[in-house]
């Protein structure tokens, strides 16, 4: 698939550039879902995702990192007017289901780190230097979501864990730029990055999801430990980020109450930021089982 891709690059680039220079790009507000892995980012992500208020990465549109104006295009030629249900099944959002954070069905949402890593050139700790972000292509970084966000003319969200330690340069890049911040109970938290451990890599010794600084320092405790800390020091690194954004740009909700209580954060965030609340909330979940650190 990498060859496929470098091809589809090379043909699309030219494209994807004509389509920017159109300067057709949105002035909604663009969300990025902010936390530690395994705290629930993927269910609150999809559950936003299925209120109808945002445009989002999809499966398909993962395909096109590199160009997603181009491949917002296809995906709204595709899909939006599949007007006779040619596509049938295939394009369906799945349901709240996941794993380890990747989710089933064309249209359902995508972390979309491909697309991130094109502009942000993480280390082996997911620090970058400041003179690196200072020559990071912001413009083409928002002018991208901008223009893919005018397709469907509504807000923007998507994951931006990537870059849990660098809030403070996002919300510089552009106002329109708002965190949503979610949290859990550290101890599940922890044990659910110990499981993830052991489903992806076989192992529970193996270091899951973005190292902060300073990991090495507790590599050689149990695994518990370790994530125990890494816990800690990526809530710790996001409550500091955030602390230097205006309350009017941020919300921040823990796995536990989102759980018990979906449709209220939703009208909770649509209130804060000004957004329609979706007239098909109430036919979303009313609430979701709270899951045991092993299986989340």
């Known amino acids: 698939m990498e060859q496929e891709l470098a091809t589809l690059s090379e043909l699309l680039n030219p494209l994807e550039k004509q389509l920017l220079a159109k300067k057709e790009q949105s002035a909604l507000p663009i969300f990025f879902i902010m936390g530690c892995a395994?705290?629930?980012?993927?269910?609150?992500?999809?559950?936003?995702?299925?209120?109808?208020?945002?445009?989002?990465?999809?499966?398909?549109?993962?395909?096109?990192?590199?160009?997603?104006?181009?491949?917002?295009?296809?995906?709204?030629?595709?899909?939006?007017?599949?007007?006779?249900?040619?596509?049938?099944?295939?394009?369906?959002?799945?349901?709240?289901?996941?794993?380890?954070?990747?989710?089933?069905?064309?249209?359902?949402?995508?972390?979309?780190?491909?697309?991130?890593?094109?502009?942000?050139d993480f280390p082996d700790q997911q620090v970058i230097p400041e003179q690196q972000l200072a020559a990071i292509d912001v413009e083409t970084f928002i002018s991208e979501?901008?223009?893919?966000?005018?397709?469907?003319?509504?807000?923007?969200?998507?994951?931006?864990?990537?870059?849990n330690w660098h809030i403070p340069f996002l919300s510089q890049i552009?106002?329109?730029?708002?965190?949503?911040?979610?949290?859990?109970?550290?101890?599940?938290?922890?044990?659910?990055?110990?499981?993830?451990?052991?489903?992806?890599?076989?192992?529970?010794?193996?270091?899951?999801?973005?190292?902060?600084?300073?990991?090495?320092?507790?590599i050689s405790e149990p695994p518990i430990i370790q994530t125990q800390w890494q816990v800690a020091e990526t809530n710790r690194a996001i409550s500091e980020g955030l602390q230097m954004v205006s309350s009017s740009r941020q919300i921040s909700i823990s796995y536990e109450e989102f759980c018990d209580k979906p449709r209220a954060f939703v009208e909770s965030a649509c209130d804060l930021f000004n957004l329609p609340t979706p007239n098909s909330l109430f036919e979303l979940p009313e609430r979701f089982p709270r899951r045991g650190g092993s299986d989340t």
């Open 145 to 163: 979501l901008s223009s893919f966000q005018a397709l469907y003319d509504m807000p923007f969200l998507a994951k931006g864990g990537i870059c």
């Open 174 to 218: 552009s106002p329109r730029i708002h965190f949503i911040f979610v949290y859990r109970d550290t101890a599940s938290n922890a044990s659910s990055l110990v499981a993830a451990r052991e489903s992806f890599f076989g192992d529970s010794t193996s270091w899951y999801s973005f190292k902060p600084p300073g990991y090495k320092d507790v």
């Open 38 to 120: 395994r705290s629930g980012t993927t269910l609150i992500f999809q559950y936003l995702s299925r209120s109808g208020i945002f445009c989002y990465p999809t499966n398909f549109l993962s395909r096109f990192f590199f160009a997603p104006t181009v491949g917002g295009r296809l995906q709204r030629m595709l899909f939006d007017y599949d007007l006779r249900n040619e596509l049938g099944e295939a394009v369906k959002n799945s349901d709240f289901s996941s794993a380890l954070g990747k989710t089933s069905g064309i249209l359902s949402p995508n972390e979309f780190w491909y697309f991130w890593r094109r502009f942000f």
